[in-house]
């Protein structure tokens, strides 16, 4: 069992202006260890080196996931939504709290290379032998099975699951605020306050009346907005691509037995895939830092040079290509293999949607739930249905391919053909 | 020599909306390693633990101190003030960016522990074999000594120290507004437009125009407020306090010939007071949260314990002290000797005025400018003599003194005289 | 009675968001034509001629009042608080609603030439035969007089008194935070939301918990700022000096029998101090500009000219006086009698803290109730004697005297005597 | 010729914090008497009647519009642009301030009913009689028809005129920011200072960088929100509906030979079509306003209670239409009719996009000039070729028909077929 704390407690930040803790659940998970590290891990990974605001952490932004499904909420219950299972509340705050509790330092590059998944560690950090199952467990023996549910999307009802996770919900509501608020960018910018007003629950799932579809539509702009002016900056992307390269370097390293003047626990079992939840505690982005700045003194040349580059700044270049010629780029690989760049860590073609952040497209191979307008005759329509502009993002595979390749590289001395790619004529 | 840009370049920034770089020699100091380094060092040390927001760093801040001494000086270019040395434009440009690049990791404690010394470190890096020094000494060969001078306020003119170092310089009134920004709280904000715009060049010194009075005393007030709600937050005291027993312990290990189970370089220069550039260019907070976070299994249980509450957030608690009593205070070290808690460790007393953030006070020994307003006629009147709302402020030693200790002290079972202190009856 | 509506209302408000209206009564009200007519009078009279956003409404502010208000109630009935009457909630709505629908155009310079006082109408309104009245009739019979009570601060309640009216009020929290907005300084932002949070009723007054002194402190520090910055800025009162000197005009003439080239329903009334609510209701700032504007054909040259001075914002200069030299000014006023400017109308001294703006003064003859901390034994200490920031804008009788004439003036043909005035050697 | 002003004069604005006067001609521009009657103009006209903080001025929009183009100019300038005739500065700015100087009181209703036209007046304002012309002929003779011929967009270079009225001019983008500060949503927020960093002068087109076409996209974004959010309210469509039937009321009534029982200068001038400059000037809002007033008491009822509804905001109710029955029309109209009320003054059918706003339509029979991108090879594409977005945003001719009528009007009474359009089964 839950109890409400004597005195509300308060968190001042600066998307919400004020956090409202009201549980005992809520406020003792807050203080569990496992929660307290996501204050050692950036929100956005790497776009820290293109906005040089965007240095908050996942612990602010899980705050403001849970302090705005806490107004969902409160809504709902002041209203007495008949359609709304007023049981679930507690669980919907604790898994809103902990849905990113699984994240690791610089997710995506550290994902790519050794295959860990951060929902994933939620659910194992929620149900292993940790703080945060602990707290869970004295709410009942089941509750923590319950928040993973919800947190793999497993769980019976869709209703607390699109809270957390479909096309218009409190993760990315407060992600978009946020990540507009910290790098200084007003693109993700939008009416909170009106889109929580016309949140209804409805039959098992949550709708948006349709008066409120202009304010929906905004949100949606705002969210196509960030992420093509700030999550697919090429600069970010730069910065991503040295990184991948670093782990994927030292992977081949550790493969080929090669012996590392630096290694600390628990980096040989994060290389062995072998990392407990007690191990993975100790994986942040302080000790991942650390570690990149140790190994820039590795006697191997490439690992100590792209470490080196990635802590300094000093990226990759990049070319927007305007097609993917295969051919061409298989020269280039031979040319740059020649030259002594060894293309697999000097090199990288990105193309930005096939990433884990997703615009809105119905219909696509999404798991995320589809927007639907509520109307006055009580039918449900999907959003696009009724809203050119949602038509004329969604559905959108737009991106460029990307090369990105070291500044050094002496393409003036390529031969003419390849240095086509990079439009110099 | 210094070159324009070819292009101006911008940084977006929350709080300046952009940033405006327009000399090669400003960038290429961006670009160095030491500079970015500083994107590893928190602005606000422990204050994040109060303020979640708190999280931005000394990068931004360095350059928001540039842009607003850049703005300033565009002022007075643009009105052709005569009494303004234009030829001291790059010098002053590079002296605000460069002010803090000697801040290591966590400051206030380390230098309490280890006696480095932030400016004297920015000196060094600005003389040094850095690549900071090389970009400076491009300009000049003397340029790299200037630079130095102007940060550690023996630079011949006074008015080229004062814009960096004064009661109202670019570097208070940017970290006002962004310490502001990032925390949440709107106390620190100010109209930074209006100040700029009242500032003349007059005599060798900076001053105010009188008609720009009410906009500095709001500015003060702005001051006091952050200082006392949010510098000096007793929760961010108790992070400090914990933090700087870390370093204590270590220390009095280091010295007793303990065996660390986790020692890296270059902790062991810094214990040594040995450290040179290229070490310091190691230390970081990523280094220093790896280094705690290593430490929570050490063998030496005082050791563990501190780092540990330090990287949970099991901090401190507090009680206020209406006044202090030398001889109950060593009867509480007595009695927590006796119960296990060594008070050396688990005890701190602290006032917090004596800190080095300071309240605006003409004629203390404080070496900072005091704000000279001009009249009508041309004469000069520091300011609390024509306000009363900074007489009122000025001189202030306010500040009670804090005990901090831990939560787990057994209170009740010390004696009735010494339980006093707790405030519990 | 009264009934909740079926649905609530929102009105879109720059400075709060959203003002929520969730009683029929107050939504009738809002409705009537008597508060629909603050739409037509300024909030802030003729400070748009300084800040030339300043052009917001009493209208938009009485909204903004009755939300602050709600807000309040709301916190204290979340918090069950036993000292709170609970049946006061819709009485206090009303008032707050209420308390400003007396004011006339420009009431400052109408009420010092006619007599009028704006509390009073307000009570006339709520009292007489008027929408507004009936409204508050069907509530029940002696309602409106309860209105009119807490606006007169004769109702027996203090505590339902001081949430309009001390020290602390809905009253003054809005208007800060709505002047700031419009004229875009930023003097008057404080934290309202803490504020609010730490506001107790206790023991028939509303009270502040002593952990919210330092948000108080900014509060008033605010305050202090716009009163000096925005509300006694010397453009606003020398317009207001203009306009007064056109009601003496016209009221002198109106008692000299003059004819006026145009009169209109119920200018006559006023003259005569006789007008009716139904009179009232006509008198709002488009009549009154419509008035003037007229004016500037009357053969009367003295009320044609500074009517027409006050449209085309050809104010009068200003000089701020040391001192009131009385002789001095008797030889200035018969000077200007023989220049041709008769000082009765063209010459004005002014004294801005003789207003009715008043800064924080306890203990002053006036009938603000002062601000009551509340700490942790549940003793109560007025604010002052704990905040020397308080202490040192309370008691501030400041202000100078300002001398205000018209730009034509020939100041060089004065004798020196009178010329030094002007502080022109 | 026009002189620097010795000192640069400032005001303060709350949508660009200050705005900068650094020229003596549009000092004397602004204070002169045809200028400083703008601020008895509402920017929105009868938009306060939905957003109560609508209440700005057509005063400092203009000085508004003003201010975005000194800084363009002076973003030109400091980049020193080729494409950029210098010698046109001064023009650019004073055609900036003073395009709107002839807009009249609720000028879309006024201008249906009378065919007075806002920029007609605005070049009669120019180059008349007027203090306005006093002014500009000070810089030379020809100077009032230049900007007049600014205005009236046959100036002889497209770059001068586009600055001022193109798909981005500095009209549209300061009323979309301003808009949408004093309505208090947040639609109209688009990042300004990126906007006029990439915009340049390129072979006499104003034209934006490539890189700035995200940018480009969130201010057309921001307009269509604007336009379909706040401009096309049917709140504030139906104030336009009631005010433009008193107005064609009023004029029925003066053709029928109606006695007025309150007729005041230059009203009758404005229903013969008759008004010189020196009447127009007289025509502010507060006119209007008294005006509506005193029809409140005229005989004629249909006037009187016109008017009445629109001071008390008893306005019109609403019904989308799906599609206009004609026939069906005819008979609501008839049924009207029998019912007494006259379907010419109590009726109205409004599609909201055939108005004096647009939303961006490139090649529509619109005059407005297309937004051109140039890209890194030094050619220029119309931006909705490049933008899905904006393609799906042009061309559009979206919008629904909406009716107007009586809240009074008995539907029930009315027969089933015609009771459909109201929609109620």
């Known amino acids: 069992m839950t109890a409400p704390l004597s005195e509300e407690k308060v968190f001042k930040d600066p998307v919400h202006k004020y956090i409202y803790v009201q549980d005992q659940t809520i406020w003792d998970l807050i203080n569990t260890k496992e929660f307290q590290r996501l204050r050692r891990i950036r929100q956005l990974g790497t776009c820290f080196l293109t906005f040089h605001g965007a240095e908050h952490s996942r612990f602010s932004h899980s705050l403001g996931v849970y302090e705005i499904t806490r107004k969902i909420l409160s809504q709902f219950e002041r209203n007495q939504f008949e359609d709304w299972p007023k049981e679930e509340r507690l669980l919907c705050l604790c898994a809103a709290l902990l849905h990113d509790v ?48 919800v947190i793999a999307k497993t769980y019976s009802r869709e209703i607390v699951v699109s809270l957390i996770s479909s096309q218009l919900d409190a993760d990315r509501m407060d992600y978009l605020l946020r990540d507009a608020y910290f790098t200084g960018v007003n693109y993700g910018t939008f009416d909170l306050e009106r889109i929580l007003r016309v949140m209804r629950p409805y039959r098992g799932h949550i709708v948006v009346k349709e008066s409120g579809m202009h304010a929906v539509e905004d949100y949606l702009m705002s969210r196509y907005q960030m992420y093509w002016q700030v999550y697919f900056h090429p600069v970010t992307r730069s910065a991503e691509a040295v990184l991948h390269k670093v ?36 994986l942040d982005e302080a000790f991942m830092q650390t570690v990149l700045m140790q190994w820039t003194f590795e006697d191997d040349p490439i690992l100590a040079d792209l470490s080196s580059r990635f802590l300094q700044r000093h990226l990759f270049k990049y070319v927007t290509l305007d097609r993917l010629d295969v051919q061409q780029l298989e020269k280039l690989r031979a040319a740059m293999n020649e030259l002594g760049w060894d293309p697999s860590f000097y090199m990288e073609i990105d193309f930005p949607s096939d990433l884990s952040y997703d615009v809105y497209r119905p219909g696509d191979h999404d798991e995320k739930l589809p927007i639907l307008l509520l109307d006055s005759k009580d039918s449900l329509t999907e959003i696009s249905r009724k809203s050119e502009i949602v038509r004329s993002i969604s559905g959108f595979h737009m991106g460029k391919y990307h090369l990105y390749y070291p500044q050094e590289l002496p393409i003036n001395q390529l031969e003419p053909g390849i240095r086509k790619i990079f439009q110099i004529e």
Chains 1, 2, 3, 4 share one sequence.
């Open 102 to 149: 699984g994240h690791g330092p610089f997710s995506h590059s550290i994902e790519k290379t050794f295959g860990t998944h951060h929902e994933e560690w939620s659910c194992r950090i929620v149900l292993g032998d940790t703080e945060v199952n602990r707290v869970l467990r004295e709410v009942s023996p089941e509750f923590p099975a319950k928040v993973a549910g």
């Open 247 to 282: 782990f994927e370097r030292a992977k081949q390293l550790f493969e080929e037995g090669y012996r590392f003047g630096f290694m600390i626990h628990p980096l040989e079992k994060l290389f062995r895939r072998e990392l407990t939840t007690q191990d993975y505690f100790l």
